[in-house]
């Protein structure tokens, strides 16, 4: 019962939050342009693997941000004292 308090209460302030907000819908210029892209990555894809190349940058990515990610979580175990390690 009180945590059902605590999450409506919660839900609220975020609704709160998330209606000071205006509603707002993007041009039709704004969503055609994605359908442009993707045509002409399509056409592309035939001369030159656009598609792979790009799929190879996200892994790389996202490896790159795992391995800072790694890093940032050992030096802050190393700051905590006492440890018996």
Do not use: Q
């Amino acid at each position: 019962m009180i945590f059902d308090w605590l999450i409506g209460l919660l839900l609220a302030v975020f609704n709160g939050v998330l209606g000071l907000f205006p509603a707002y819908s993007l041009p039709s210029s704004v969503t055609s342009f994605g359908t442009s892209i993707g045509s002409a990555v399509g056409t592309a894809n035939g001369l030159f693997p656009v598609v792979t190349l790009g799929i190879c940058i996200g892994v790389m990515i996202v490896a790159r941000v795992f391995i800072a990610a790694w890093a940032a979580v050992a030096w802050a175990y190393a700051k905590i004292p006492f440890k018996m390690t």
